[in-house]
């Protein structure tokens, strides 16, 4: 099945890496995952996220589902 997500490469100081890694671990994302909630978080603060599309179940994309109690 075709994603509907564009691939890229991104090229990062290996100590910027390092950081958003641990960041990421921390947060229990995946470090693609965390730079895209990064991503999208500027965006929305910036007034420059495109109008809503489909999320997870329970939170923005790259966040991970929320478990219900």
Same mark, same amino acid.
């Given at each position: 099945?075709? !994603? ?7 090229? =990062?100081?290996?100590? %910027?890496? *390092? #950081? ?9 994302? !995946? ?7 990064? =991503?999208?978080?500027? %965006?929305? *603060? #910036? ?23």
């Amino acid at each position: 099945m075709p !994603s509907s997500r564009k691939a890229f490469p991104l090229r =990062l100081d290996p100590e %910027l890496y *390092r #950081a958003l890694e641990q960041w990421a671990n921390d947060e229990f994302r !995946s470090v693609n995952a965390h730079i895209e909630y990064l =991503l999208r978080e500027a %965006l929305r *603060r #910036a007034g420059r996220l495109p109008q809503a599309r489909s999320v997870h179940p329970g939170g923005q994309a790259g966040e991970p589902p929320t478990v219900d109690s």
